[in-house]
């Protein structure tokens, strides 16, 4: 496949750039994670998500420790190519480490966070008892 593509994203001065995971039917924003210029280029080859944790400072194929694959059918570079969209299928309807359909599952409600999604499954059944 043709790389060149990869040269019109503007990376961060740590060679990142921000990516916003979307559901390709309801158009729910699940995740933002950061990718690589290799979790990129993995994305597109395989058509599975591939980001960059900064915490663990690696490589991370969403999924690969909870099962939670996410399905690219598309990537989309916004107007001054320093953020992607991954429109994506969840598998399993979980994106998020605690066990939440979203990562954005607090609403500000009169000056407090609400959790408004409830926990699909316990993130200990998830992980196996380590935490993300």
Same mark, same amino acid.
């Given at each position: 496949m043709n790389s060149n593509w990869l040269? &019109?994203?503007k990376w961060d001065d740590k %060679?990142?750039?921000p990516v916003i995971a979307q559901d390709e039917t309801s158009g729910r924003v699940l995740m933002f994670a950061y990718a690589n210029r290799d979790a990129v280029a993995l994305t597109a080859?395989? %058509?599975s998500a591939h980001y960059w944790t900064r915490s663990r400072q690696k490589l991370w194929h969403k999924g690969e420790e909870s099962g939670h694959f996410q399905h690219v059918s598309a990537i989309q570079l916004d107007c001054d190519g320093d953020v992607l969209i991954y429109q994506i299928?969840? &598998?399993g309807g979980i994106a998020c480490h605690t066990g939440r359909e979203s990562c954005f599952f607090r609403t500000l409600v009169d000056g407090e966070w609400q959790i408004v #999604?409830?926990?699909l499954k #316990?993130? +200990?059944a998830i992980y196996g %008892? +380590?935490?993300h």
């Open positions: 040269d &019109e994203i %060679g990142l750039v080859e395989k %058509g299928r969840q &598998e #999604d409830p926990v #316990d993130p +200990h %008892g +380590h935490s």
